[in-house]
């Protein structure tokens, strides 16, 4: 939160005007006041006069669950013509919330594991990779997993995608160094969902910044950007996770100005509102390719996707960032004239981090209004530069049954780079981050001519 913030002064600068009404994709499927800015505004207002009452009541529940009715999608914010910080008021009032009444048990275990506790995230990532399919059943091609046991917060249509047997860390470790060390090194920050749910990206991130010249640095000390946990109003954690990763910056900053790229847009959005130390810059990966088009359009060699292509903003990245030419432009690049705009591509997909869980029936029917675009665009391909939002959309390509891949732009570059030169072989386009595997039948058939060369 920015330094400068006041609370009371945000507050008094609503003149409830209305006009947050007219984006708020809550408020759009419920029509209720107390969910859009303008009420949420009027009742943190007056909770703050309640306080100054001697016998100041408790939170109310309908307090409580208009504060927590909220994607911090930005687009109030950006609606506003006061410029108030709404979302900022949100978080205050979610950590006044979370510091009177705790955190939700499942929510605490889950920052417990952020923080560390129990071996973190790796642990249960591989723990969870090796279980996975007790309680979970494999869609077709690759596309996630759907569950086999009734379990808490998920139905029968909940799509989260596989867990990897090896995350990012062991992949890159694996890989060949493909680097010289004398390259210019640039720093990736991969976010929890790179390195442990799709791992696949950070590998094909990694190829990309190679490929343009860079000896890529992913440090394993990174750790969670905080961001799900600011939502949820546990300041201390955020404020650990990011003075770990500030370590992480600094060291990097001190042997030189350092680079940071991201590939998750809530990630670069966080990190960006970090105080970073001097000489020390992030940057979404569209941005820092749209910084290197030449090498890239040179690399590419007039290789395009030969599938209708279209894009979802992230709100992180359109609204949080202010990126919204950048990925056009590498789209435009890697598609051509078979790039199409949605018909709403800046409306939040409904995912909003733990919102997508916690609040499913109305996080579905905002996913609703973006596959009806996404089928009235008659894509067969969707990009977006934000993990989240792509198992959001993944879930509802599902849910729909349409033949559309939901991708990172990344994803597209590196196939399209990794593909044989314009005019041999289209190139083919994944259906999930999940590492590939040889079929067995081809390894067999490598195994078997492998034999006969060597006869
Ligand atoms: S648009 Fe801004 S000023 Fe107008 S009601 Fe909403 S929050 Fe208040
Ligand atoms: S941040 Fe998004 S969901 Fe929250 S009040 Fe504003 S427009 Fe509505």
Redesign the pocket.
Known sequence: MADNFNLREELARCVKCGA?MA?????RQTGREE???RG?LALVERRQREKEEPAAGNLSAFYRQAID?????????DNCSKNVQ??AI?KESRREITAARGLHPVKKALFGLLRGRFGGLRTLTRIGSWLQLLAWKRLPAGSGLRRRLPLPLIDDQTVIPAIPRRNLDDRLRRRPAAAAADRPAVFFYPGCTARYLTPELGVQTVAVLEKLGYRVVVPREWTCCGAVVEAAGDRQTAVELQQRNLRVLAAAADRGPATVVTVCATCGHTLKGYPLPAGCQVMDISEFLYAHRQPLEKLLAGKTLDRRLTYHDP?HLRRGQKITAEPRWLLRLLAGDNFVELRHPER?CGS?GSFGVTHKALSRQILGEKIADLRQSAAAVIASGCPGCLIQLNEGIQMEKLAVAAVHPVTLLAELLAAPPAGETAAAVPTSGEEKKTPAKSRRAEKTSHKRKKG
């Open positions: 947050c984006v708020c994709p809550i408020y969910l859009v800015a949420k009715h909220c994607l911090l999608c930005h687009a109030c914010e709404i979302t949100i709100c939040c909003g």
